[in-house]
Structures are given as C-alpha cells and as structure tokens.
C-alpha cells in the first residue's frame, strides 16, 4: 500500500474535531449531560481502540458509567476471534433491547472486529433493529462523524466497508487510572494463519511512524506510566511498510533511550519473524522488561504447516534458547491452540511435549473454535469435542505443574516489582508485577501504589507470588 493512501489527512481529521463540537453544543443546547458505557471485549489492541474512543467521547461531552442502565449512549467493542466471545455479545444485545424499552433515546453501537465482518453486520441490520451504529476498526477515527449521523437523522448508521485500513495519528485518548499504558505501534495482519480470522477484520499491516512512537512514549513516560506495552499483531514486522531500513528492533533501541523509570513490554511477536538481532537488543537494553511472549500454536511441524505459520518446532526452539542464553532469567509466555481440524491426539501430544521442553511460565491456551471465512473452517475436523477437551486438559495439567514449580523458585528471592494497584486478596492487599510481569499479591501500604520496590517473596501458587516489602 502507498503510504499516502495510508496516513490520515491532518485536514480530515480535524474535520472529525468538528464532528465532535457539534455533539457537544447540541447536547449543551439541550443543558444536558451525557454518559456513555464503553464495554470492550478481546485483546489489547482492542482496549487500545476503546481508550480511543472514549477519548473521542470526551471531547463530544461525554461523561462515563459502567452501567447500561444509565447510560445515553452504549457502545459493544467486539472481538471475533472465538464463537464464543460472538455468542456473549448477541446475549448482550438481547439484554439492551430492555434497557432501550426504558429509554428509548439510548443510542446502541456495536464496533470492533465483530462489527467488520459482513455476516454478522448483515445480522445486526435486519435482527437487531434496535442498533443505531454499527462501524468496523477501519472507521473508528471517523467515530465523530458517524455519531453525529445518528444524532442529527435518528437513522441508523453502517459503516462496515472492507478495506486495506489506514493510520490515524492524534486521535485523544482516555487511559485507565494507575501507571500501565498500552500503544499500538502497527495496525492490521498480513499473515494470514489458517484458523484466524484477524486479517479479514482489521485490514492489512501498516506502521506507525517511528517519530510518532516515541513521541507517544515520551509523554506517557513524562505523564508518570511507568509500564508501557508496545501492540502489534506481529510486532516483529514492524517497519517493512515504511520504505526505510528501520525495524522492531531499531525501535525498542531508540525508545530505550528515553530518560525514566519505566519498563516497556511488547505483544504479540511472531515467530517467523523474530530475530537474533530483536533478543540482542532486548539483553543490551535497560528499560525493556525481560519478557517475552512468543506464540507458537502447535509442537507438530504437520499441525504447523496446515496452520499456515511458516516456521518449524525446530526454529521456534532454537529461537527460543537463543533468548533464554541471551537473558537469563527471561519469563516466556505463549498461545496454543488444541484441536485443530484435523489434529491427532499424537499431534496434540507433541504441543504438549514442546511445552515440557520449554518450561513457559504461563500459557494462554484455547481450543480450536472455526471461524467462518478463514481456510481452517473448510478443513475436516473429525475429532469429537470430547477428545479434543482430554488433550486439552492434559496440557493444562503440565503447565499448571510447570507454573507453580517455576513460581516456587522464586521464594526467598527478593524481586523488583511496580506495585500496580490493590489486590481482591485482604491478607496481601496489593498487586504488582515483576520485570517478568509475574503477578505478586504483597502487603503494604496503598500510598506504595506507583512506585518500584524490592520484595521479598514468601510463597507462591499456579497463578501468583505472595510476597513482602
Ligand atoms: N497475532 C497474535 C499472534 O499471532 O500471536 C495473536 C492474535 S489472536 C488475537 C490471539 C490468539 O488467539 C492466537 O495466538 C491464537 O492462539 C488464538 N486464536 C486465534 N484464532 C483462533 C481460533 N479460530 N480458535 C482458537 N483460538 C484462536
Ligand atoms: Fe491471527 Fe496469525 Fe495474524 Fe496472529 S499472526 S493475528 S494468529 S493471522
Ligand atoms: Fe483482538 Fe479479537 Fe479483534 S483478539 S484483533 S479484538 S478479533
């Protein structure tokens, strides 16, 4: 894609300012004060569009609730990734045709990665007439525009066209309270794994310019974050859109250079793309977290190859040892997924043999869910559901051991940790995060929140450190 047709004109994006003072005179004009409920569903790239447009709220009057029943304007941010999460949200739109009856002046809008794929926008139109909006991620910076459509001709408003997608710099943003923050540095896929529907959703990759990165970093980094993650879908091909001699790597080192105490992690790489260079950066840097998460789906090279990944179990462990011998210590974290069509128990048990040989700290494990449009959908998929659930309790089994065994290490140890805010636990009232991005339930004092303080850990489960100041 020309990298014109791809950066947002300045020109059109203050038009969307103007969008967003018209809303609010017409809400002043009727003295009114208007609240929205923002509820976001799937990945943090997806938090990130929501904290976006809340921002965009803002500047339009809005206040902000997290109760349906209060609010003049609710918005459903969607994920596709799952039949399960699609499912939840048409419950949730059940439930809104009530709250709607209530108040029918309640404005319904329904955005995110659900809402970009034609199936389910056809769905919305004839079943769910009480949506009034409906926009996929390609058009979240016209947000403004679109609200003010539904505002001023009480129609309903679809803006869902399939596109390469585009980058929109400057768009305000509402960040939760505390010291994490979350920056997209590159938008869309281009990878186009078998089972995953992503690529058909949020368009193809694009990078943010270097410039606007670390511009963005700084004034988190000023503004007093102290825990910044870098987003991506493939992080590791950040760059090869910009027609410069510039990657992912060149810009952890750039961003490394500025001036704090803050810790800067990234998701999600992609192993094909990792390199020698990237885990060399990460070991000469002083504020990039010792982390790393490195999706790897499946241990079978078969599995992989009909997923479409592009790398062997072989590369991805000797990525992976590189970066254990690089930085010792490092907390590595993955995605798998069991019961893809077609999959073997052998096959599934060579996942699970992989992940005894890596010893992951934890691990994000989902069952296969098909999703329509994408090539894995088509594939035969003969194993029952039933023993797709004992392969993958099998693997829950090994790293749940896995887990606790390397959390056990730690007691005794005392660890850095940013204590990050308080805990549902009474005995240990706070919550903090290690460098490793460990959770550690302390003790303390809640005027710790914000800081980095040395721990001593005195006890450990599957899911967490307990520890001391
Ligand atoms: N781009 C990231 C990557 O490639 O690692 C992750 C993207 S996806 C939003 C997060 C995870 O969801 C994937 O790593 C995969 O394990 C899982 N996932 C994606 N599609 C799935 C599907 N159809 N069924 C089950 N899990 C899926
Ligand atoms: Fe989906 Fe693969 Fe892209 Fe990740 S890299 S978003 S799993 S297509
Ligand atoms: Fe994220 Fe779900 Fe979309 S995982 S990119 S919100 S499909």
């Known amino acids: 894609m020309e990298r014109s047709q791809v950066i947002i004109p300045e020109a059109d994006l203050a038009q969307q300012r103007e969008f967003e003072a018209k809303i609010k005179e017409m809400f002043t004009a009727r003295e009114a004060h208007p609240v929205a409920c923002v509820d976001t569903f799937g990945c943090q790239q997806n938090v990130a569009d929501g904290q976006k447009l809340m921002g965009m709220l803002e500047e339009c009057g809005f206040t902000f609730t997290e109760d349906w029943k209060e609010a003049d304007l609710v918005i459903l941010n969607t994920c596709a990734v799952r039949e399960h999460a699609e499912q939840r949200v048409f419950g949730n739109l059940g439930i809104l045709t009530h709250t709607k009856k209530e108040n029918p002046e309640q404005v319904i809008c329904l955005c995110g990665c659900m809402a970009q794929e034609e199936r389910v926008s056809n769905r919305v139109k004839e079943s769910y007439r009480h949506v009034d909006l409906v926009f996929g991620p390609h058009a979240l910076w016209?947000?403004?525009?679109?609200?003010?459509?539904?505002?001023?001709?009480?129609?309903r408003v679809f803006a869902v066209d399939d596109e390469h997608g585009s980058i929109a710099e400057g768009i305000p943003v509402v960040r939760e309270k505390g010291v994490k923050a979350w920056v997209s540095i590159m938008y869309g896929c281009n990878n186009f794994c078998s089972y995953c529907i992503v690529p058909y959703v949020r368009g193809r990759e694009r990078s943010r310019d270097p410039q606007c990165v670390l511009e963005e970093v700084r004034g988190l980094v000023e503004a007093g974050y102290k825990d910044i993650t870098l987003l991506g879908q493939n992080v590791n091909s950040y760059g090869k859109d910009l027609g410069i001699d510039y990657d992912f790597a060149d810009l952890l080192?750039?961003?490394?250079?500025?001036?704090?105490?803050?810790?800067?992690?990234?998701?999600?790489?992609?192993?094909?793309?990792?390199?020698?260079?990237?885990?060399?950066?990460m070991a000469a840097s002083k504020?990039?977290?010792?982390?790393?998460?490195?999706?790897?789906?499946?241990?079978?090279?078969?599995?992989?190859?009909?997923?479409?990944?592009?790398?062997?179990?072989?590369?991805?462990?000797?990525?992976?040892?590189?970066?254990?011998?690089?930085?010792?210590?490092?907390?590595?974290?993955?995605?798998?997924?069991?019961?893809f069509p077609g999959e073997t128990e052998a096959e599934a048990m060579d996942t699970v043999s992989l992940v005894e040989e890596v010893g992951f700290d934890a691990l994000f494990t989902f069952i296969y869910?098909?999703?329509?449009?994408?090539?894995?959908?088509?594939?035969?998929?003969?194993?029952?559901?039933?023993?797709?659930?004992?392969?993958?309790?099998?693997?829950?089994?090994?790293?749940?051991?896995?887990?606790?065994?390397?959390?056990?290490?730690?007691?005794?140890?005392?660890?850095?940790?940013?204590?990050d805010g308080e805990s549902d636990d009474a005995e240990f009232p706070l919550a903090a995060r290690t460098n490793g991005n460990r959770l550690v339930r302390m003790k303390g004092d809640k005027s710790l929140i914000g800081q980095f303080i040395d721990v001593t850990i005195t006890g450990s489960n599957t899911w967490a450190l307990y520890g001391e100041v």
Not at 142 to 155: G, I, N
């Open 369 to 419: 869910s098909p999703r329509p449009g994408t090539k894995a959908a088509e594939m035969p998929d003969p194993a029952t559901r039933e023993e797709k659930q004992k392969w993958f309790d099998k693997l829950l089994e090994v790293q749940n051991g896995m887990s606790a065994k390397l959390h056990a290490a730690y007691i005794g140890k005392t660890v850095r940790v940013l204590v």
């Open 142 to 155: 016209k947000f403004p525009e679109l609200l003010w459509r539904v505002y001023d001709k009480r129609k």
């Open 287 to 339: 504020h990039v977290a010792r982390q790393l998460h490195l999706p790897f789906q499946s241990g079978n090279n078969r599995v992989l190859h009909e997923m479409n990944r592009r790398y062997t179990r072989e590369q991805y462990l000797e990525l992976i040892n590189y970066a254990k011998e690089k930085m010792p210590g490092l907390v590595i974290t993955s995605d798998v997924i069991i019961g």
């Open 253 to 281: 080192a750039e961003i490394d250079q500025i001036e704090g105490e803050y810790v800067i992690r990234f998701m999600s790489s992609h192993p094909k793309d990792a390199t020698k260079k990237l885990f060399d950066t």
